[in-house]
């Protein structure tokens, strides 16, 4: 049976540079040596987070030091950490969109935080929600420990906050005394348009961290990515830190491969995606319109399907199996579980002709899962 795997977040397998990586790895080891022996530390690969810091500080026009960025197992340990440092036991708040990557959700809940969450719209996470929130844990005297946001390509909606609502969120959280923490793993999946600015790029003080990934530009399988906090919260979070530090090996060899050719990897990796995106969404417009609303991202990997709640989900989600669909069922990203009447289609991954098969037979799927109308 074909398999159209649109479910997890992962790139085009062909664009991955293995040849270029292995002699990248080759130069690595000779450059490392003996360094090989040591344990890499809290902070990681000199080389790579001087890397990251030149990435950051052309996309988003800022200077950044690589002394406030700590490279990460992948940027889920970011998310982990800072959660383990900022929180001082069960029951305490994380206010975050209320659909939101659900490996954040797991991860959060199993620290046990109580989330609380914010409605969304077309630009993200909506500000005048955000504030009703705060204002009523306040009465409650409740102080949340931070907000999480994917305010670039939200997962799972594709969503792009603007810079005006990045503003007022911003202005909102200090008011309330809170901390931001952005989650921008897929900051660098641009298709078109203007690349609005990360958090930290409007606000200079420590109340504001970020965290970045080289899993959507590279590939998760390489377990890299970062967190950039200013001084005294970057102490504070890598104070939690117990592993040694990540892997020198890869980071030297990224450090290496990303030397001279980091924007045209992904120049040619964006031109492939969106070529992958233009197919989702081409395929959708043709056999879907009657009954499916989706999301037209500007970068990422994800679009968002709703559909009427007449769809039974749990029909849809065994038809996608026979006909051997993989999408993410929408209840996965409800911070509460709720069965949301929708699904996450991924497109970094399948190949072009899955998607242009594939889409056509999901929406087939939707149509058969909706319960007859009743003359």
């Given at each position: ?153 939200q997962n799972p909606t594709g969503s792009v906050m603007p810079r005006q609502r990045r503003l007022e969120l911003l202005e909102v959280a200090h008011y309330y005394e809170t901390l931001v923490v952005e ?119 994800f679009t968002w399907i709703e559909f009427p709640d007449a769809v039974d989900r749990n029909r849809l989600m065994a038809l996608c199996a026979e006909r051997g669909i993989v999408v993410a069922r929408g ?45």
């Amino acid at each position: 049976m074909q398999l159209y795997d649109f479910g997890s977040g992962r790139t085009d397998p062909g664009s991955f540079p293995t040849e270029a990586l292995a002699a990248a790895a080759s130069v690595a080891v000779r450059e490392l040596g003996a360094e090989l022996v040591r344990y890499p530390g809290d902070m990681g690969h000199q080389g790579l987070r001087e890397l990251m810091a030149m990435r950051e500080s052309k996309r988003e026009g800022v200077a950044v030091a690589a002394d406030h960025i700590a490279l990460m197992n992948g940027s889920m340990q970011a998310v982990t950490l800072v959660a383990e440092a900022l929180m001082e036991g069960p029951g305490d708040v994380i206010v975050t969109e209320e659909l939101t990557y659900s490996g954040t959700i797991a991860a959060y809940k199993r620290l046990g935080a109580e989330l609380v969450g914010v409605p969304l719209d077309e630009q993200g996470m909506r500000v005048d929600a955000l504030a009703d929130v705060l204002a009523s844990l306040r009465r409650r005297g409740v102080r949340p420990r931070f907000i999480y946001t994917l305010a670039t390509y939200q997962n799972p909606t594709g969503s792009v906050m603007p810079r005006q609502r990045r503003l007022e969120l911003l202005e909102v959280a200090h008011y309330y005394e809170t901390l931001v923490v952005e989650d921008n793993c897929y900051g660098d999946v641009h298709f078109e348009g203007p690349q609005e600015p990360a958090l930290y790029a409007l606000d200079d003080s420590p109340s504001v961290l970020y965290i970045g990934s080289l899993s959507k530009i590279l590939g998760p399988g390489v377990r890299l990515g970062y967190l950039l906090a200013r001084p005294p919260m970057l102490g504070r979070i890598l104070d939690r830190r117990y592993d040694g530090g990540n892997s020198l090996l890869a980071a030297a060899s990224c450090a290496v491969l990303f030397r001279e050719r980091l924007w045209q990897h992904l120049a040619e990796t964006n031109a492939i995606l969106k070529q992958k995106r233009d197919a989702v969404l081409a395929g959708l417009a043709q056999n879907a319109a009657d009954l499916c609303t989706w999301s037209r991202p500007v970068g990422g990997m994800f679009t968002w399907i709703e559909f009427p709640d007449a769809v039974d989900r749990n029909r849809l989600m065994a038809l996608c199996a026979e006909r051997g669909i993989v999408v993410a069922r929408g209840q996965g990203f409800h911070i509460q579980r709720e069965d949301v009447p929708a699904i996450r289609l991924a497109f970094g991954f399948a190949s072009l002709a899955a998607i242009r098969e594939g889409v056509p037979l999901l929406a087939e799927c939707i149509h058969q899962a909706r319960a007859p109308v009743m003359v």
